[in-house]
């Protein structure tokens, strides 16, 4: 199958549409394409120069053809691509600011200038921000199909066919800006595999008869042996042959703090060597490791995402019909029938027409999204898409990663057990103060908060696998793990104190000379402060479940469950799992996930709604559809709550504006309706519904939970 990037698909209805035609082609049957990731899938026997003019329809075109090949090219061509989008969508920004301005203008100067010249420079601001949109909606009528665009090219008509130049523009220029900022949030979401590209290692230096030679990672094969130096990431799943060192493995299965490794223990690709030389034999060739799985998933999960479509969209295949039907029933059957003069009822049916228009129904949405957008924007909750913020406020289900989510992510001394508190803190800071190991930083900040002052150690060793040995004041001392203590007999107390702090999940760093221990650093992930209180807020706003999910191990996951107070929690989970997880919950709700690591990407990808934290990686950040640019929670309850109101307040627009239009339509029966009444209730529910929408941008004096 060949695969092809696709731009200026305007709706989902209209892929699907797109998508239709194609399979009718020849060879065309197993030809899928996806709105949410732009792409189209078709077989290489399929002609081109039709699937060209089937996209052409919808002002759709293919932009590139992609491939799989990982080479510098295939990236520079998508940084193109997305420079060629950011063009577009500044030249579209650029255009609504012009015809805002002109719209300002026809506005001052009416009154002054000839009703001609004003009515000239309103059609130009019309022109300008909804050209587009009308062309497409005249084809749509002329087709006899109904969406969005029909629905936007029957409200201007009907606008300018009665002189309401001035509430066509608008319309125009509200419609434009709506599709602008759904347009940025649909193009966050489709380059989200490119960035996650970019986070995989490019190449890996390969040892071949005593040789060393840097190549791709696309070649390695199993069984080739692959040096990684310290700081460097290792390029694919493999086993240890040679070298101890510590490896962060955060960015495939979650897990905060360094895990030491050894021959003979497996490491994933993607996880980076902190301090030890290691020599890997590739286990998994790179199209096979966890790195390009989770890769995968990504893609997998935004392809069969389904967006939620907006109620207008649904309804105008039904509406704008019915309302032509009833205003030609009006106009034909009374002059018919009961001999009524067919002026008069010509008028009324232009007055049902006219109560027809759909200007009311179409701004229902945009302004309560806009308001709502902007709100959250100001409380630094970055929204990529109206769409997303109506399923935020439809979610009843809450997943949290643990690692950086509800913890910082960052190692800090929970517990001590300190048997020799004189030379125990000196001599841990001795020899932690020079390192840059994410635990000896923690060890440090627990002494700095202590306002303890180390001597610089006289003599330093890295005891690559166990901790380190060094000598200060003359004397000889060992920090590090359990292995780094073998010299000495553990007694019966301190390891019943050892296997306590296992027990709860902390990361032991144990301070010892040549004969006894002198204390013990219990060490963990720090829980956020707020997160307890927001998991609180949350039920209060009508979330039913709160669930953590992590590749920490069961014991850590119940503490920091227990502490935070989510309904329910998972641990040992690697990226699949916690999108089986994902799955699973969606069967019972709506389901939002939040993250902030690369491990995280694909259950993101899987929830209906993906989250992350404005300080993760990128990956995280790029798949996700809300981001929390604090990088901290407190804000989130306030976001949930905005948009909650976003749909009560949609939900309601819709109800005044086809009740108002119903009312007028009732009076056709007695023949009261006129065309100022039409205009009436055309006119007064579109002010109405614009005026609520803008309720949203009022705030009260809510605090922040911090």
């Known amino acids: 199958m060949n695969e092809y990037r696709i731009n200026g698909l305007s709706c989902a209805g209209c892929a699907q549409r797109i998508e239709d035609e194609i399979k009718q082609l020849d060879h065309g049957e197993n030809a899928t394409l996806s709105y949410n990731s732009g792409k189209l899938k078709v077989s290489p026997e399929v002609s081109m120069p039709d699937v060209n003019r089937i996209l052409k329809t919808d002002g759709a075109y293919i932009s590139e053809q992609l491939n799989i090949d990982m080479s510098a090219h295939d990236h520079q061509q998508h940084s193109d691509h997305s420079h060629h989008h950011a063009d577009g969508n500044n030249k579209m920004l650029k255009l609504l600011i012009a015809s805002g301005i002109i719209y300002i203008a026809a506005i001052l100067l009416d009154g002054i200038l000839e009703s001609q010249s004003i009515i000239i420079l309103y059609l130009i601001a019309t022109v300008i921000s909804g050209y587009t949109t009308f062309l497409r909606g005249l084809k749509n009528l002329t087709k006899l199909k109904f969406n969005i665009d029909t629905l936007m090219t029957i409200a201007l008509i009907g606008a300018v066919a009665i ?12 419609f434009g800006l709506n599709e602008l900022l759904e347009g940025y949030g649909m193009e966050k979401a489709r380059r989200s595999m490119e960035t996650l590209l970019s986070v995989a290692p490019k190449e890996a230096v390969k040892l071949e008869n005593a040789q060393e030679r840097v190549v791709p990672i696309s070649s390695l094969q199993v069984g080739d042996l692959v040096k990684i130096k310290p700081g460097e990431k290792i390029p694919s799943d493999g086993v240890v042959t040679e070298g101890k060192s510590s490896v ?25 060597n902190n301090e030890g030389l290691l020599i890997v034999r590739i286990e998994k060739a790179y199209n096979d490791s966890s790195l390009a799985k989770i890769l995968h998933l990504v893609q997998e999960a935004q392809e069969t995402k389904t967006p939620t479509e907006l109620f207008i969209n649904k309804f105008a295949k039904y509406y704008t019909p019915l309302i032509m039907i009833v205003a030609a029933l009006v106009t034909v059957l009374p002059p018919l029938f009961f001999q009524g003069s067919w002026t008069t009822w010509l008028y009324q049916g232009l007055s049902v027409l006219i109560v027809g228009c759909p200007c009311a129904l179409i701004l229902s949405s945009p302004i309560a999204i806009v308001s709502g957008i902007t709100r959250n924007a100001k409380h630094g909750i970055l929204v990529k898409g109206g769409v997303f913020l109506e399923q935020l406020g ?12 509800l913890t910082k992510g960052e190692p800090h001394v929970a517990q001590l057990e300190i048997y020799d508190e004189e030379r125990f803190f000196t001599v841990a800071g001795a020899i932690e103060k020079s390192s840059s190991h994410p635990l000896a930083k923690a060890i440090m900040k627990e002494l700095a908060s202590r306002n303890i002052t180390a001597p610089d150690p006289e003599e330093f060793e890295t005891i690559t696998g166990r901790g380190v ?3 200060v004041n003359g004397k000889s001392y060992w920090l590090g793990n359990e292995k780094s203590i073998e010299h000495i007999t553990i007694t019966e107390h301190i390891q019943k104190q050892i296997d306590l702090y296992k027990e709860d999940g902390l990361t032991l760093v144990v301070v010892a000379d040549e004969k006894q221990i002198l204390g013990i650093f219990g060490i963990s992930d720090e829980i956020r402060k707020e997160s307890k209180s927001v998991i609180q807020s949350l039920h209060r706003l009508g979330i039913r479940s709160t669930v953590m999910l992590t590749g920490d191990h069961q014991k850590t996951a119940e503490k920091v469950a227990s502490a935070v107070g989510v309904t329910s929690f998972y641990g040992g989970l690697l990226p699949e799992d916690k999108v089986n997880h994902i799955k699973e919950l969606s069967e019972k709700g709506i389901v939002a996930m939040i993250g902030d690591g690369i491990n995280d990407a694909p259950a993101l990808a899987s929830a209906q709604l993906g989250i992350a934290m404005g300080k993760g990686t990128d990956s995280a950040i790029e798949t996700a559809d809300i981001v929390l640019m604090q990088d901290h929670l407190g804000k989130l309850p306030e976001a949930v709550s905005v948009a909650k109101r976003v749909n009560r307040i949609i939900r309601f627009n819709i109800i005044v504006a086809l009740g108002l239009k119903i009312i007028a339509l009732l009076l056709t029966i007695p023949g009261w309706l006129t065309l100022w009444i039409a205009i009436l209730s055309d ?15 009022i705030e009260g004096r809510k605090k922040t939970i911090q």
Do not use: N
């Not at 002189?163 to 509200?174: P, Q, R, S």
């Not at 439809?394 to 989510?405: E, H, M, N, Q, S």
């Open 683 to 697: 006119m007064g529910a579109t002010i109405f519904v614009t005026l609520v929408s803008l309720t949203i941008l």
């Open 469 to 471: 040995k060094a000598k």
């Open 248 to 272: 962060t493995e955060a960015a495939i299965t979650g897990e905060s703090l360094p895990i030491e490794k050894e021959a003979g223990e497996p490491v994933f690709g993607g996880s980076i």
């Open 394 to 405: 439809k979610i009843d289900t809450l997943a949290f990663d643990k690692t950086g989510t």
């Open 163 to 174: 002189g309401e130049w001035k509430e066509a523009t608008l319309v125009a220029i509200l």
